[in-house]
């Protein structure tokens, strides 16, 4: 058994939904066999830090200075109250067998993204006795340079980290942002190995993977500008694509698609926020024409499984849709205490 001591680091952090997540992946793992890998998730914190050796420092003495007020429970993150909730959120998910009526790809097969890119490296191929995962967020993604850290999947090129994991001996580093993106989209029928276009908002950390790996998986890029500029990058291929077309679009900076933009498939959210109201109203929002954020992070989470924290319990993670539905029944269930 793993002892696993999970955290989520940057500022803001008090709206994260990655701690419902590990909590029910780690469940949905180990039950699924007798002979299962099993995952004990020791500690969950929300590390608050606008600095990197701070969420560092956090994996290595493993406790917080102060809790963080999470928005799921307005309680402070680690104490009681929040714990006993988690435990009703695992209780609950663990009676989903199937996804949400509606929700599931009928063929999720089409998904052939060839992922991670760098794989000449060599990953644990089990778990340790007691392993440090760790999420990164804003404003640390771009913090990391290290060579005592070992990076693949390309997050130093593009200087962009957003995913950790100490096993006892090192830190190992990816950015997995590009990857549930391009999970996400092909599991709605787009083709990126056959050229589709993703048309890009941004050049942040989360927009640069997002361009890197569409275009190292054969797609193109459409660069549509932001706040920081993409082809201010060697890796960039400037020239990836011309005009006004896209077959999805996403905006890394807001919310908004620029003026003569068609978008010929579907439009995804980059973020996420808190729903208010009933179980429907959280159906609705992950069944929207637009993809929700949970989607993404739903995607980037198992990414972080099968390519960093655990590649050898890669064909017993949950589905895509699976885990986006488990997530929905975990936030109406925080809702009802709330």
């Given at each position: 058994?793993?002892?696993?001591?999970?955290?989520?680091?940057?500022?803001?952090?008090?709206?994260?939904?990655?701690?419902?997540?590990?909590?029910?992946?780690?469940?949905?793992?180990?039950?699924?066999?007798?002979?299962?890998?099993?995952?004990?998730?020791?500690?969950?914190?929300?590390?608050?830090?606008?600095?990197?050796?701070?969420?560092?420092?956090?994996?290595?003495?493993?406790?917080?200075p102060a809790p963080v007020n999470w928005d799921l429970t307005?309680?402070?993150?680690?104490?009681?109250?929040?714990?006993?909730?988690?435990?009703?959120?695992?209780?609950?998910?663990?009676?989903?067998?199937?996804?949400?009526?509606?929700?599931?790809?009928?063929?999720?097969?089409?998904?052939?993204?060839?992922?991670?890119?760098?794989?000449?490296?060599?990953?644990?191929?089990?778990?340790?006795?007691?392993?440090?995962?760790?999420?990164?967020?804003?404003?640390?993604?771009?913090?990391?340079?290290?060579?005592?850290?070992?990076?693949?999947?390309?997050?130093?090129?593009?200087?962009?980290?957003?995913?950790?994991?100490?096993?006892?001996?090192?830190?190992?580093?990816?950015?997995?942002?590009?990857?549930?993106?391009?999970?996400?989209?092909?599991?709605?029928?787009?083709?990126?190995?056959?050229?589709?276009?993703?048309?890009?908002?941004?050049?942040?950390?989360?927009?640069?993977?997002?361009?890197?790996?569409?275009?190292?998986?054969?797609?193109?890029?459409?660069?549509?500008?932001?706040?920081?500029?993409?082809?201010?990058?060697?890796?960039?291929?400037?020239?990836?694509?011309?005009?006004?077309?896209?077959?999805?679009?996403i905006n890394f900076d807001d919310d908004a698609i620029p003026?003569?933009?068609?978008?010929?498939?579907?439009?995804?959210?980059?973020?996420?926020?808190?729903?208010?109201?009933?179980?429907?109203d959280r159906v609705a929002a992950v069944k929207s024409e637009?993809?929700?954020?949970?989607?993404?992070?739903?995607?980037?989470?198992?990414?972080?499984?099968?390519?960093?924290?655990?590649?050898?319990?890669?064909?017993?993670?949950?589905?895509?849709?699976?885990?986006?539905?488990?997530?929905?029944?975990?936030?109406?269930?925080?809702?009802?205490?709330?």
């Open positions: 058994m793993a002892d696993v001591f999970y955290g989520v680091a940057g500022h803001p952090v008090n709206h994260s939904l990655s701690p419902v997540l590990i909590n029910i992946v780690a469940q949905y793992v180990s039950s699924q066999s007798k002979t299962a890998p099993k995952f004990n998730l020791k500690q969950t914190d929300l590390v608050s830090a606008e600095f990197i050796q701070d969420a560092l420092a956090w994996g290595y003495v493993k406790s917080i307005g309680a402070p993150f680690g104490k009681f109250r929040n714990k006993a909730l988690m435990q009703k959120v695992l209780e609950a998910t663990a009676d989903i067998t199937q996804s949400i009526d509606g929700l599931a790809n009928e063929m999720p097969s089409k998904i052939q993204a060839n992922l991670p890119f760098n794989l000449n490296i060599d990953l644990p191929t089990k778990s340790f006795t007691e392993e440090v995962w760790l999420n990164l967020t804003s404003p640390l993604k771009h913090q990391l340079k290290s060579p005592a850290v070992v990076d693949f999947n390309d997050s130093s090129l593009i200087e962009s980290v957003n995913a950790l994991r100490w096993d006892g001996f090192g830190w190992w580093s990816t950015n997995v942002d590009g990857s549930g993106v391009a999970r996400v989209a092909e599991y709605f029928g787009i083709d990126i190995a056959g050229g589709a276009t993703i048309g890009i908002v941004g050049g942040g950390g989360a927009a640069r993977s997002t361009a890197h790996t569409w275009q190292k998986l054969g797609g193109k890029v459409l660069n549509l500008g932001g706040k920081r500029d993409l082809t201010n990058y060697d890796w960039y291929e400037s020239n990836s694509v011309d005009g006004k077309v896209c077959d999805v679009f003026s003569g933009i068609k978008v010929t498939g579907f439009v995804m959210s980059a973020t996420y926020q808190l729903i208010e109201g009933e179980h429907e637009v993809i929700d954020g949970r989607w993404l992070l739903s995607a980037q989470h198992l990414e972080c499984w099968r390519q960093l924290w655990a590649p050898h319990v890669d064909g017993l993670l949950p589905s895509l849709d699976r885990l986006v539905s488990m997530l929905v029944t975990a936030e109406s269930v925080l809702a009802s205490y709330s």
